[in-house]
């Protein structure tokens, strides 16, 4: 029995990497009188990494790494201004209105008519809470948590504070190491929905086959009929 069918927001309900690709591409030009754009690329990436545990998740942490890498990359020659570009980018990010995946609003509100639904981000408090207001669907939430993040402790505790079992709990995402392994570990059930491009971060745990109680869809639209078959299955199982 489905107790409570939890989602991810990033990139499960809107597009959130796209921007952060995009930013990173216009950081390669600004950088690229100091370094070559591959090398830039593998420095970015290795600038954000130590730094996830000291700023979170989110743009602010993604722009001080940047600045950060800029400054290595250009052997402290970078500019002012180019400084501010990069601080403009964030700025950008940070006002860039939502857009939901096609399908998602359909998804979330004909689940809603028939299970409890929860909201369940990782990030900057601020931004997330923005997004969410500014997609329309915080209404069909009955319950929103943006946390640090996503680790089977973390899924733990959610799940205690809703007094929900991990057997009547099903999460839905994008990223095999925040919204599908914890997951399966703890005893639930999930639906992996990838993205079209995803962070290496996220990937990196990435198993070759699905996990058991793991199922992949290929895109949203097909969530709420299977949601329904395994509803029915269940109570057959029950007979
Ligand atoms: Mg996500």
């Known amino acids: 029995?489905?107790?409570?069918?939890a989602f991810d927001a990033d990139d499960t309900l809107w597009h959130s990497e796209i921007l952060y690709v995009n930013s990173q591409e216009r950081i390669l030009e600004i950088l690229s009188p100091y370094s070559e754009k591959e090398l830039t690329r593998q420095e970015l990436y290795r600038a954000e990494l130590p730094n996830l545990s000291i700023y979170g998740y989110g743009i602010k942490g993604f722009a001080l790494s940047m600045i950060e890498a800029a400054i290595r990359l250009s052997d402290s020659k970078i500019r002012g201004s180019e400084v501010e570009q990069i601080i403009d980018l964030a700025k950008d990010m940070m006002k860039a209105p939502v857009r939901l995946l096609e399908g998602a609003a359909e998804a979330v509100e004909a689940l809603s008519n028939s299970y409890p639904l929860m909201l369940?981000?990782?990030?900057?408090?601020?931004d997330q809470e923005r997004k969410i207001t500014q997609s329309g669907l915080a209404a069909y939430f009955k319950h929103i948590e943006i946390v640090s993040e996503k680790t089977v402790d973390v899924y733990r505790s959610v799940l205690a504070k809703h007094g929900v079992d991990p057997s009547g709990f099903l999460m839905i995402g994008n990223s095999p190491r925040s919204d599908i392994l914890p997951v399966i570990e703890l005893g639930a059930r999930a639906v992996l929905i990838p993205y079209h491009t995803t962070w290496v971060h996220e990937a990196a745990d990435a198993v070759g086959e699905?996990?058991?109680?793991?199922i992949e869809l290929e895109h949203i639209g097909l969530l709420p009929?299977?949601?329904?078959?395994?509803?029915?299955?269940?109570?057959?199982g029950a007979r």
């Open 1 to 5: 029995m489905l107790e409570l069918i």
């Open 120 to 126: 369940i981000t990782k990030g900057d408090l601020f």
């Open 210 to 214: 699905a996990p058991m109680n793991c």
């Open 225 to 236: 009929a299977f949601i329904e078959q395994l509803a029915q299955d269940s109570q057959v």
